[in-house]
């Protein structure tokens, strides 16, 4: 009899102790209920502000571990932003470190995203993949952010999608990154913007949020490709317990509202990311 219950208290330890491992790993974004976007540097006051959020986006190259600390102090999460498939020319000291393997070229030639001053980067380059690894550790693991926000992602989609054998090489040459990211900090929570088709079939076990920028209600509901994606994430998801982040810069209500009715944490900035 006596072994009999030190059986069953062992084996009830055990469940304990998965419990405890089941939670202590889950979601990190799962109490996130409102979030701000911000890539300028920051004032005192902002620093202050930014407490009263549950999740801040910011430019970690304008930040110390020290105004980062401030910002957590209350709770909220902060993560980094990191351009994960272009190179930023204003971003000297990243932008130099890259090597010509590292530019994706097509007929020879860079792509230029005059918009933004930044270049198409090739996932599939072992020196791009540890130089973005390197950053990761400098920006976001030094100065005690939670996450980083891995921008241009939906690149891969946009540009590829029509040429199944490149984007095949780029999607996998971004599991091998995200791969090295997850080994080498596994304590690093990740949100992917864009890329619903790379999310699906290639990146939704590595991240813990999926943001859709552009989600403004009339573009949404008048949308067959919209509502179909509206679809999928919802599968993701549950498959995978992602939170969905949604920004709107138009129709600020009705966008709130069509993002609540489907569990989405929403954000509505009419102006730009600069602004405070």
Same mark, same amino acid.
């Given at each position: 009899?006596?072994?009999?219950?030190?059986?069953?208290?062992?084996?009830?330890?055990?469940?304990?102790?998965?419990?405890?491992?089941?939670?202590?790993?889950?979601?990190?974004?799962?109490?996130?209920?409102?979030?701000?976007?911000?890539?300028?540097?920051?004032?005192?006051?902002?620093?202050?502000?930014?407490?009263?959020?549950?999740?801040? $986006?910011? *430019? /970690?190259?304008?930040?110390?571990?020290?105004?980062?600390?401030?910002? %957590?102090?209350?709770? !909220? &999460?902060?993560?980094?932003?990191?351009?994960?498939?272009?190179?930023?020319?204003?971003?000297?000291?990243?932008?130099?470190?890259?090597?010509?393997?590292?530019?994706?070229?097509?007929?020879?030639?860079?792509?230029?995203?005059?918009?933004?001053?930044?270049?198409?980067?090739?996932?599939?380059?072992?020196?791009?993949?540890?130089?973005?690894?390197?950053?990761?550790?400098?920006?976001?693991?030094?100065?005690?952010?939670?996450?980083?926000?891995?921008?241009?992602?939906?690149?891969?989609?946009?540009?590829? $999608?029509? *040429? /199944?054998?490149?984007?095949?090489?780029?999607?996998?040459?971004?599991? %091998?990154?995200?791969? !090295? &990211?997850?080994?080498?900090?596994?304590?690093?929570?990740?949100?992917?913007?864009?890329?619903?088709?790379?999310?699906?079939?290639?990146?939704?076990?590595?991240?813990?949020?999926?943001?859709?920028?552009?989600?403004?209600?009339?573009?949404?509901?008048?949308?067959?490709?919209?509502?179909?994606?509206?679809?999928?994430?919802?599968?993701?998801?549950?498959?995978?317990?992602?939170?969905?982040?949604?920004?709107?810069?138009?129709?600020?209500?009705?966008?709130?509202?069509?993002?609540?009715?489907?569990?989405?944490?929403?954000?509505?900035?009419?102006?730009?990311?600069?602004?405070?």
């Amino acid at each position: 009899m006596y072994i009999q219950k030190k059986g069953i208290l062992l084996l009830l330890l055990m469940v304990v102790i998965s419990l405890m491992f089941f939670f202590s790993s889950s979601q990190p974004l799962k109490n996130v209920n409102s979030y701000k976007i911000y890539y300028d540097p920051p004032t005192a006051a902002i620093i202050e502000e930014m407490q009263n959020y549950d999740l801040i $986006l910011i *430019e /970690p190259v304008f930040y110390s571990a020290e105004d980062v600390k401030k910002i %957590k102090k209350s709770g !909220t &999460l902060v993560y980094g932003y990191i351009n994960a498939m272009e190179a930023d020319r204003w971003n000297t000291d990243l932008f130099d470190r890259m090597e010509d393997r590292d530019f994706f070229e097509q007929n020879g030639k860079r792509i230029y995203y005059e918009q933004w001053d930044s270049y198409l980067m090739d996932m599939t380059s072992d020196h791009y993949r540890q130089t973005l690894t390197d950053e990761v550790e400098r920006q976001i693991l030094s100065k005690g952010l939670d996450g980083a926000f891995l921008d241009t992602v939906g690149n891969i989609d946009n540009e590829f $999608l029509s *040429e /199944p054998q490149t984007w095949d090489e780029q999607t996998d040459g971004l599991v %091998k990154w995200l791969s !090295t &990211l997850k080994s080498s900090f596994p304590d690093l929570s990740l949100i992917q913007n864009w890329g619903f088709t790379t999310l699906e079939q290639k990146t939704s076990s590595y991240v813990d949020g999926f943001m859709w920028e552009g989600f403004d209600y009339s573009s949404i509901v008048q949308d067959d490709w919209s509502l179909e994606n509206l679809q999928r994430l919802k599968e993701i998801r549950k498959k995978h317990d992602l939170q969905v982040f949604t920004v709107s810069t138009m129709e600020e209500r009705k966008s709130a509202k069509l993002a609540s009715s489907h569990r989405f944490v929403h954000y509505h900035n009419s102006s730009t990311y600069n602004d405070w």
